[in-house]
């Protein structure tokens, strides 16, 4: 069984500094709700691709500076990514044989099991909300998925190609 090509951590922490950049880039009020959830999607993507390398560490320390970037309950970030990586390991050996659209829809439970737990952390410490908005970034960072995997597994096949 050929092994995939072994990725540089820089360029994991790399994609992880891009992620962060675009999860707090400012969007006009309205849109706030419709923004997916990138370091979401990139730490699934290297949990799946390099688990050996990318786990619950890599998803503490971007929850620490997503916490001291937007300036939340320190933790609050940390532990629900620490949470998302665990759960990535325990799905892996299934993800791997997985189609994209299956993928997806994992990406999709994974995802909306994560922000119903923000949300519930949220209640607990008064910022209360009663519908299910917030499960909207969790869809488009699922319809986002096939492109985004595609694109960084592209990457990864030119960055071993050289």
Known sequence: MARAPVVPLIVVWLSFLLALCLQ???LADGWQVYRPEWIGLILVYWCMRAPSRVGVFHGFVIGIL????EGSLLG???AI???LAFLCALVYPRFRTYSLVQQSVLVLILLGIV???EQWLRT???DFSIHLSFLIPSMISALLWPWLATML???ER???AS
């Open 76 to 78: 609050q970030h940390a």
């Open 124 to 126: 607990l410490t008064g």
């Open 115 to 117: 922000q119903l737990i």
């Open 158 to 160: 030119r960055l071993a």
């Open 24 to 26: 707090v880039m400012p």
């Open 153 to 155: 597994l592209s990457l």
């Open 66 to 69: 997503m916490d001291l970037i």
């Open 81 to 83: 990514l620490s949470l």
